[in-house]
């Protein structure tokens, strides 16, 4: 596919997605989500990627939200449908995708551009990085699943508040509430990103896949995490990474992971 709003780079076995829009704050328009459908699920399915990192093009966002203009004229019908397909073919998609993703947050990270971040396995911030769900001061609630995702990883009373104000915390506060897991200077964003994508991709990718799958099991109504946890264990010993490690291990030498 031939990509007008994003960049996909690879770097090693890391898979750079950046929105590349910054002229509109890296907005997520109909072209750009399916855009970015199109890269994480090239990445996911490419063996030698083993990390992905998502990021916003220019200094100042990361992703400032859905594109308003291109929604402000819904109906209710349409509204659901945004939300629906948005959620299919971005969202949902990247919390389920068995390579991990990393957000890295380098400036604004407000609605549809948070809840990209929160979909994300995990999120690093810049130090000027901003982030809220300010979908109420335009009379709408988040859709792209901010009101589920901003619970499970600040608490409900926070996600009440950040949501119902409208408001907007630092990287800071970010890191405080867990909605980040480090902070770094602008230039130090990516190569920290980097940096633990290649911890990560010394492990087992088939291990990594199934650690995931069990963790978001947690997050699932009706599903036994503890279960899918039980046979994702059991599943792993016939894998040749679960030779592979245990052999390193016992021989005193570094794995040397196939994937499979
Ligand atoms: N949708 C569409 N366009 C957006 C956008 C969005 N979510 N966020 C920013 N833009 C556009 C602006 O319209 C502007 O375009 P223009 O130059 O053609 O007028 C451009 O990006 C730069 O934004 P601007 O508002 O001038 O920058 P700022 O530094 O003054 O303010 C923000 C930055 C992030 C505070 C402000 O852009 C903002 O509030 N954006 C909307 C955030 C939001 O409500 N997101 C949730 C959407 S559901």
């Known amino acids: 596919m031939n990509y007008q709003n994003i ?8 898979s750079i997605i950046t929105v590349n829009r910054p002229n509109k704050l890296n907005a997520l328009n109909k072209d750009t989500i399916q855009e970015l459908h199109d890269a994480f699920d090239t990445a996911n ?39 629906a397909n948005g959620q ?5 998609f990247v919390e389920n995708l068995s390579t991990p993703v990393i957000a890295a947050i380098n400036g604004f990270a407000l609605g549809g551009g948070l809840e990209l971040a929160m979909a994300c396995h995990f999120r690093v911030a ?4 901003k982030m809220g769900l300010p979908e109420v001061s335009l009379g709408v609630i988040p859709g792209y699943g901010g009101t589920q995702r901003l619970p499970q990883l600040i608490g ?15 990287a800071n506060q970010a890191l405080s509430y867990g909605l980040v897991n480090h902070v770094a200077s602008q230039e130090d ?11 990560i991709s010394r492990n087992s990718p088939v291990a990594i896949a199934a650690a995931i799958k069990s963790i978001n099991a947690n997050y699932k109504d009706g599903v036994d995490g503890y279960n899918v946890e039980i046979n994702a264990f059991g599943n792993a010993f016939g894998t040749k990474d679960f030779k592979e490690g245990t052999s390193a291990f016992l021989e005193k030498r570094k794995a040397d992971f196939s994937g499979e």
Do not use: W, Y
């Not at 859905?66 to 019908?77: G, K, L, P, Q, V």
């Not at 810049?126 to 990085?129: C, F, R, T, V």
């Not at 964003?189 to 911890?199: G, S, T």
């Open 189 to 199: 964003l990516l190569p920290l990103c980097e940096k633990l994508a290649i911890k």
């Open 126 to 129: 810049s130090d000027n990085a």
């Open 156 to 170: 409900k009373g926070r996600a009440m508040e950040l949501i119902m104000t409208a408001g907007m915390i630092d």
């Open 88 to 92: 299919q073919l971005l969202f949902d």
């Open 7 to 14: 960049i996909s780079k690879n770097h090693n076995s890391t």
């Open 45 to 83: 399915k490419d063996k030698n990627i083993k990390v992905i990192i998502v990021t916003g093009g220019g200094d100042k966002a990361f992703v400032a939200g859905a594109d308003i203009s291109e929604f402000a004229h819904f109906n209710a019908e349409e509204g659901k449908l945004l939300a």
